[in-house]
């Protein structure tokens, strides 16, 4: 095997341009960074408050996160899931001031002084709510991933009142996509819980 | 998404004032965030106008105001609308999901931008996302775009069903502009057609804010009906949507309104079918003979020719519905 060598002209070259860098004066690499600053632009750090389940958090986030990846990625609060992040899937459901909203399009710098609730805060310490426990009775789920979305959409759907029919139920579940295609198990627990 | 700022602003005067062409508004945000994750749409600044706007609806004898700011489940549950002006509610209840209604204000609505597969693609042609070039749709993936109205730059769809039954009713959109005038666009002329401009879509002034929407009373609240074909049942963009209204002297039309949706680049009135179905009997064979007259203007492009029978079939059906509404 050939064993790796460096030449005398090789080592001379690099270490002297290291030199050059490191020496490259402070204005020059503030100017570097200006220039940067107008290509690319800085991100916005903002400071606030929210509260979810209850309870207060004091957030520092990058202005672009959404309430989605506020709760999943910075408050591990993993319940909720990210399906399409675009709108088209229901798997984001959460609760702002107490109505079914999609989190990955809501912009978590802009639910400062609203309650958020999500698939966390649903039950009574170890007790589960209504709803969860009609999903596991009436197989309400499959592989799972859409099921935090499905049930807060069920328990909104249940307070509004649209549960008159089968079909009003489906039409108003149609937001909550499932792969799965748990659907029927998913009509029998809202039924239940309507009951 | 690109970094940007975020405020509010606390009238409407600052809000305009704020505003240009780098800086949007944001409402519901259903719209806006999607546009910006995919790059069609790249603010450094965003003024959050939910606190800013009316959230109510205001009834009065001369017709009804809904603010800007009013979530469209909001409207469509509220009981001046569901009683005045029930097309309306009907209308928003077809379209997108729960929560999605939830978050989407009726002053967004109006402003949501085409589905275009090729506008939401930024790798591909689009006039209206990048002017100059080229149309994708035209000669390409256009089973759901327009049949009437379109140009050769552009042959997108507005998708918003709300707007078909403001149309049908005549609303105007009120509006502040730089000039910190309020001013009333009548819903006919609210939205445009393509023309060679496709990057435009509606005539709101450049940085004007929508404060609120109104509709004149009317009649139209007994023989109505709004229909919705699709891909599936629900949770889906229209092929074609038909708003229909009538007034009815027993069986006689007194007044009719005929407004369709996924037709063209703004929500489309038939006007010569409505013009021929005043005075006419409300019968089968009548409507069949206005639904011939609103596929005597349509012309599919490469992918949507069945959107003719369709439509054809979507009139009659919406016009006997206003009969059983
Ligand atoms: C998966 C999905 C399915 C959908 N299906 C349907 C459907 O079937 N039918 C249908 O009609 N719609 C449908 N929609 C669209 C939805 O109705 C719109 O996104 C919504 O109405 C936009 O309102 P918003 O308040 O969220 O607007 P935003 O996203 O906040 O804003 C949209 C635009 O309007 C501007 N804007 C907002 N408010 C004002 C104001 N007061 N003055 C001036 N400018 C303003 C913003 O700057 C932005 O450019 C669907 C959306 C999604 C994501
Ligand atoms: S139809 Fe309009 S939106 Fe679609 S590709 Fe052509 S120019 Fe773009
Ligand atoms: S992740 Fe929000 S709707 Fe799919
Ligand atoms: S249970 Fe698997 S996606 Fe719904």
Redesign the interface.
């Known amino acids: 095997m050939e064993k790796q060598t460096y030449s005398r002209r090789f080592f001379l070259t690099t270490s002297s341009l290291l030199a050059t860098f490191a020496f490259i004066p402070e204005s020059v690499k503030a100017f570097y960074s200006n220039v940067k600053k107008l290509v690319i632009?800085?991100?916005?750090e903002?400071r606030f408050l929210v509260t979810i389940n209850k309870k207060k958090y004091r957030i520092n986030a990058?202005?672009?996160t959404?309430l989605l990846d506020l709760v999943r990625e910075q408050l591990q609060l993993t319940g909720t899931k990210k399906g399409c992040?675009?709108?088209q899937c229901?798997a984001c459901?959460v609760h702002v001031d107490g109505?079914?909203?999609?989190s990955c399009?809501?912009?978590a710098?802009?639910v400062q002084d609203k309650n958020v609730t999500t698939i966390e805060g649903l039950a009574d310490g170890d007790k589960l709510h209504p709803m969860q426990q009609a999903f596991i009775e009436c197989d309400g789920f499959q592989c799972g991933y859409c099921t935090p979305g499905q049930i807060m959409?069920a328990v909104?759907?249940v307070n509004?009142g649209?549960t008159g029919s089968v079909e009003e139920i489906?039409?108003?579940m149609?937001?909550?996509l499932c792969r799965c295609g748990a659907y029927n198990g998913i009509v029998e627990s809202i039924q239940k819980v309507a009951r | 998404m690109r970094p940007f700022t975020l405020s509010k602003p606390s009238t409407i005067s600052q809000a305009v004032s704020g505003k240009n062409e780098a800086v949007r508004y944001i409402a519901g945000g259903t719209n806006l965030l999607d546009l910006m994750k995919k790059h069609i749409s790249e603010p450094d600044a965003l003024l959050d106008v939910t606190t800013l706007l009316s959230d109510t609806v205001q009834s009065a004898p001369k017709g009804i105001r809904i603010g800007a700011m009013v979530r469209n489940s909001v409207a469509a549950s509220n009981s001046d609308i569901r009683s005045g002006f029930p097309l309306v509610a009907k209308a928003i209840l077809a379209g997108a999901s729960p929560q999605i209604r939830n978050m989407a204000s009726m002053g967004g609505n109006l402003l949501q931008r085409t589905r275009c597969p090729y506008f939401y693609d930024i790798t591909m042609p689009c006039n209206k996302r990048k002017p100059g070039s080229g149309c994708g749709a035209k000669d390409g993936e256009n089973r759901m775009s327009a049949v009437v109205g379109y140009s050769e730059h552009c042959v997108a769809v507005h998708p918003s069903d709300l707007c078909i039954a403001l149309a049908a009713l005549d609303a105007s959109v009120i509006v502040t502009g730089k000039d910190q005038k309020a001013i009333a666009i009548p819903f006919k002329d609210f939205h445009r057609l393509p023309g060679s401009t496709p990057e435009k879509d509606n005539n709101l002034p450049e940085n004007a804010i929508i404060t609120s929407i109104d509709i004149p009373a009317n009649a139209f609240n007994k023989n109505y009906a709004y229909l919705k074909v699709r891909d599936r049942d629900s949770y889906a963009f229209a092929l074609v949507s038909v708003a229909a209204a009538l007034q009815l002297d027993g069986l006689r039309i007194r007044e009719a309104r005929l407004a369709s949706g996924g037709v063209a680049h703004k929500p489309w009135r038939w006007y010569e079918a409505e013009q021929f179905l005043k005075g006419k009997e409300a019968t089968q064979a009548t409507f069949s003979q206005a639904a011939d007259i609103v596929i005597k203007e349509i012309k599919p492009l490469s992918n949507n020719g069945f959107k003719l029978p369709m439509l054809k079939g979507a009139i009659e059906v919406a016009l006997q519905n206003c009969l059983t509404a």
């Open positions: 632009r800085p991100k916005e903002l990058d202005s672009r959404t992040d675009h709108g229901g459901t109505q079914r909203v999609l399009l809501t912009l710098a802009m959409s909104a759907c509004e649209h489906k039409e108003f149609s937001g909550n």
